[in-house]
């Protein structure tokens, strides 16, 4: 079906996977209502409507997932809504935690209501997501790299499964236009140690940036895990090869002024 008569619904559009997917969406022909906190901050707004056919098929609606709701005007009507917003953990002893449990419990509570409902539901769950920013301003996947690249991040034998955002925002509309699609998609398209990272972005960029090149401690680098591809491929996810996505992350930071040279 084309997208011409589709109206569908982004949450937190201004955050970083949203903003792909809000761009491919108009790309595809979609009218997009999108939810932002604050429709009158120009760096939550001004990437999303000078995108191209903003103009034509692009609304702000204010809305927030903590006001009981806010979200109801914005939705009705829509045939699909790609739920992305995710509210910020203020303060906690270990966020990393409190966050992976606030998803687990949100992706939960999702599929009950679903159920409950009668709402076809897909879970789309991304790894650390890289690639080019929409946004001015770096995510948190972002401040990590942009630490790595200044050289004040060294982790002991982190892995990490990394994915190319607009993989992660091509997938969530292959996934709403594909009738077949159903259940969890896991988007992973490399999983790699820490110090397999330093390596990529040394033969990239040294001696352009202060790189770490090894890791903290010299232990043995526990064994790597796998991610199936399966089901994101048959969503017709061929995934960007991470080299690619490296270069496209840093070439992005620099562009928008937060790496220098
Ligand atoms: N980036 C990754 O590596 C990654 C990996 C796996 C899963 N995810 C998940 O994917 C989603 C998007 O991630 P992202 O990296 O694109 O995040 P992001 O750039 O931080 O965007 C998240 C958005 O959530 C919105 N938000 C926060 N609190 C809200 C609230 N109370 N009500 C309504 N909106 C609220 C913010 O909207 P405003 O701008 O309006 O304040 C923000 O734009 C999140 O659910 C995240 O947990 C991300």
Redesign the pocket.
């Known amino acids: 079906m084309s997208g011409a008569e589709k109206v569908v619904c982004v ?2 559009a ?5 903003s792909w997917l809000v761009k491919l969406l108009l790309q595809r022909g979609y009218t997009v209502k999108a939810t ?3 429709p009158n901050d120009p760096k ?1 707004t001004e990437h999303l409507l000078s995108l191209d056919g903003a103009k034509e098929r692009l609304q702000l609606f204010k ?4 006001e009981e709701g806010s979200f109801d005007s914005v939705v009705d009507g829509c045939q699909g809504v790609f739920h ?5 953990i203020l303060a906690a002893s270990d966020p990393q935690l409190w966050y992976q449990l606030s ?1 687990t419990l949100a992706e939960e509570a999702a599929w009950k209501f679903a159920e409950e409902c009668g709402i076809d539901l897909v879970a789309i769950n ?4 890289i690639g080019p920013l929409i946004q001015p301003t770096p ?3 972002m401040k990590v790299f942009l630490e790595l690249m200044n050289g004040s991040l060294v982790f002991p034998d982190g892995i990490y499964n990394f994915v190319d955002v607009r993989d992660v925002a091509h997938a969530h509309i292959q996934a709403f236009e594909t009738p077949a699609a159903n259940g969890r998609y896991c988007l992973v398209g490399s999983v790699i140690h820490h110090s397999e990272t330093c390596k990529i972005l040394h033969k990239l960029y040294h001696p352009s940036f202060h790189l770490s090149e090894k890791d903290e401690d010299d232990k043995p680098l526990r064994p790597l895990h796998k991610v199936s591809q399966d089901k994101a491929k048959s969503l017709g996810i061929s995934f960007i090869p991470l080299e690619v996505s490296f270069r496209d992350t840093i070439e992005s930071l620099k562009e928008k002024g937060f790496l220098t040279a």
């Open positions: 949450t937190g201004s955050g970083y996977i949203a932002v906190r604050d939550k809305a927030n997932l903590v992305t917003a995710s509210p910020a998803k991304p790894g650390f997501s995510t948190s996947s």
